[in-house]
């Protein structure tokens, strides 16, 4: 298990808003791209946070990690809405949707990375206090996107690796598997607090320590 301190989790919730409503904002855009503009025509397709807060996972799931000093910081955005009948491809194009999200994040946590690499190479200084305080927000940003797309990849319904799961199952398969996301948010927080997920918080400390390989 990841272990980051109380300062950190609180850097990082403006960073967690950034990240979850990116991730919301690329399914929607996929969808769109893919012929289904109910996201945009519910004006989801945006940057401003207000329209994406979702109560439980935005704000209260946040506060409570940060009071219990949970290891690790972890939330969501509200689902934009998707229509996979308007989909040019509905099966094809639910997966693409899918993976959008969780490609986000890794795309942005890459980017943090680069970031950190180009100081490094520049030979800035990373001790003087806006230039620490950049990299520390880097480094956050690095690993708490890193967490939410390792995360979102659980192939249990609701989360995104379910819609790329799905699109390979037979029609029958695939509908009686989403029939448990009914249910999916009780597995997950199931699985999460008996530990059964702790072996994605080692694939995000794999990840991490190749993209600071040499750093």
Not at 11 to 20: E, Q, R, S, W
Not at 48 to 70: A, K, Q, V
Not at 170 to 181: G, R, S
Request: proline share 7%; hydrophobic share 55%.
């Amino acid at each position: 298990m990841m272990n980051i301190s109380n300062v950190d989790l609180i850097l990082g919730i403006p960073l967690l808003f950034f990240a979850v409503v990116v991730h919301e904002c690329c399914h929607g855009w996929v969808a769109y791209l893919n012929g289904d503009d109910t996201a945009k025509m519910s004006g989801r397709l945006t940057l401003n946070p207000i329209p994406h807060i979702d109560m439980m996972g935005t704000i209260i799931l946040p506060l409570i990690l940060i009071f219990t000093h949970s290891p690790v910081l972890i939330g969501w955005a509200k689902p934009v809405p998707i229509n996979p009948y308007r989909l040019n491809n509905p099966v094809k194009d639910m997966a693409k949707v899918g993976l959008a999200g969780p490609g986000s994040n890794f795309a942005m946590a890459v980017l943090s990375a680069l970031i950190i690499w180009l100081f490094k190479i520049t030979g800035l200084d990373p001790y003087t206090e806006i230039n620490s305080l950049i990299i520390k927000l880097l480094y956050i940003n690095v690993q708490l996107n890193l967490v939410l797309g390792v995360f979102n990849l659980i192939p249990i319904p609701p989360l995104d690796g379910s819609r790329i799961v799905s699109a390979f199952l037979p029609t029958e398969i695939a509908f009686k598997y989403n029939q448990l996301e009914r249910y999916g948010i009780f597995i997950i927080f199931f699985l999460l607090s008996f530990g059964f997920l702790n072996f994605l918080w080692v694939i995000v400390d794999i990840l991490q320590k190749l993209l600071f390989m040499g750093v």
